[in-house]
């Protein structure tokens, strides 16, 4: 028998990580992400779950505790945001290069200046490059959804990967939803246990994190960055796993009324249920439209988003994190190139927008689209397009 | 070695790199020769040795090993010629002397 509850996004996130039970927090509190850290210190403190919480003096140590405990074979779990997800960023690329499945939940926010605490994804797109396995969630459940799955697939024996699980501050961290929460037996039955084939053992001692030279480093990022690719087979098992078990399904790319829509609008986390509200209302006026949601990030579903964009004309790619001097957004950047070479046919429109937590209505998304198709009509685009910025 | 990993050649494949670049054995730096790094080597002239083990405590890749007559020389399979031995050698005993190409 499974709960409905409400929860705020950041206690659906705790939720997760509790019912995994997890051994080890290592955490630094940061705006809007705190609620997750202290509802996990609240759980230990009411003996609902039996954990070791230590308290670091910095994000920097927060993750390096975290790829300690791991490593000594904990199920680990953090969280943080923006300058803070900064201040970690060294350590994330160790807890990836050494395979500790970490699960760390991230509630997206904007990196100053200006100092500001509202959300965009600057801050998850910073770590594309870091090794670690990302997903974006577009709701509370999705968080909660995601983040005990998340603990499964980076557990995987076939994985051993650390796993980022992208909510959008405030939108999702702070706002209460209904979240349907599965007895803890249930849970129970979907996890096993994390086993390291080389654990922190004095009585075993291996080398960790061995110094490397030109002639070995490319091989180690190969192995590396294959291991990464591979995972997404997994992920998709195990999703699949979770949905049989959990009744609720999850994609690298969900889509929605894309059947023969001539034109798709790609979207990332919460946003993307606010775009659907738009694209009904187009569909209602008879604009053949549908939304793609991206919900994993890394490692990029390319076969997925080839899948997703069969059939359509034109690509209208909405992002949330300014790349300065840069191809206009992360994601608008990525998605063209994976479809060059592909599918030169398909036109492509990228705007930007709703960044450091600014409101997106559905009117700015149908703003969005009625841009989008004229720019993949006309075929000429500013490289920095952004939804309505004043000037 | 332990945990049945199979032990990668010196210069492997990717597919035959070790899992999340770990060795599943200590002591892997012992088989890392930092001697080729070296363009000076340092002799010591045991008339003055002393055998105080200033170079022995000094050495900062703890090359300088102790003789049974209880001087000191260095392993030039580790040694990078730094010259700090020949530098806090109270008795001037120990000269760099450069290598040959």
Same mark, same amino acid.
């Given at each position: ?43 230990? @403190? ?69 100092? @500001? ?21 577009? @709701? ?106 959990? $009744? ?62 069969? $059939? ?66 006309? $075929? ?7 939804? $309505?910025?004043?000037? | ?101």
């Amino acid at each position: 028998m499974s709960r409905r509850v409400p929860l705020e996004g950041s206690f659906a996130a705790a939720e997760a990580a509790k019912m995994a039970d997890v051994d080890v927090i290592a955490a630094y509190p940061i705006t809007p992400q705190t609620h997750i850290i202290e509802r996990m210190a609240e759980f230990i @403190n009411n003996g609902e779950l039996q954990a070791a919480f230590i308290p670091v003096e910095s994000e920097h140590s927060a993750m390096s505790a975290c790829w300690g405990a791991s490593g000594a074979g904990a199920r680990t779990f953090t969280a943080t945001a923006s300058q803070g997800f900064f201040l970690m960023h060294e350590v994330l690329y160790f807890v990836s290069g050494m395979r500790l499945p970490v699960v760390m939940a991230v509630s997206n926010r904007a990196v100053g200046p200006p100092a @500001n605490i509202w959300g965009d994804y600057s801050d998850a797109m910073s770590a594309s490059y870091t090794g670690w396995i990302q997903c974006f969630a577009a @709701n509370n459940q999705e968080i909660f959804d995601m983040t005990l799955a998340a603990f499964r697939i980076a557990e995987d024996k076939r994985v051993l990967l650390p796993f980022m699980v992208h909510m959008d501050g405030f939108t999702l961290s702070h706002v209460t939803e209904a979240v349907v929460l599965p007895e803890q037996e249930e849970v129970d039955a979907f996890m096993k246990p994390y086993v390291h084939p080389y654990v922190y053992d004095t009585d075993n001692p291996c080398s960790y994190g061995y110094v490397s030279s030109p002639a070995l480093y490319a091989e180690g990022k190969k192995a590396q960055d294959i291991g990464l690719r591979e995972s997404k087979a997994v992920i998709k098992e195990i999703w699949k796993e979770f949905g049989d078990k959990f $009744g609720r399904y999850y994609s690298p790319i969900d889509s929605y009324k894309t059947d023969g829509a001539k034109t798709l609008l790609m979207v990332t986390g919460a946003l993307s249920e606010t775009a659907k509200v738009a694209v009904d209302k187009k569909r209602d006026e008879g604009e053949s439209i549908g939304v793609l949601t991206l919900h994993l990030w890394r490692p990029f579903p390319f076969e997925e988003l080839l899948e997703g964009v069969a $059939g359509a004309e034109n690509l209208i790619i909405f992002d949330r994190a300014p790349t300065l001097g840069g191809p206009t957004g992360p994601i608008i950047g990525e998605v063209k190139a994976a479809l060059f070479g592909k599918r030169n046919d398909i036109k492509v429109a990228g705007i930007l927008g709703g960044m450091c937590g600014r409101n997106l209505e559905v009117e700015e998304f149908e703003e969005v689209i009625d841009r989008g198709i004229e720019i993949c009509r006309t $075929g000429e685009q500013e490289m920095v397009e952004t939804v $309505g910025i004043r000037g | 070695m332990a945990k049945n990993q199979v032990k990668p050649p010196l210069l492997p494949k990717w597919q035959e790199m070790s899992f999340g670049n770990i060795l599943a054995y200590a002591g892997g730096a012992k088989e890392y020769k930092t001697g080729d790094w070296r363009t000076q080597r340092p002799i010591v002239d045991k008339t003055k040795c002393i055998k105080c083990g200033m170079c022995w405590l000094l050495c900062p890749d703890a090359a300088v090993t102790q003789n049974e007559d209880g001087t000191y020389e260095a392993n030039l399979f580790y040694c990078k010629g730094c010259g700090i031995c020949a530098r806090v050698c109270p008795k001037d005993a120990i000269t760099m002397v450069e290598e040959e190409a």
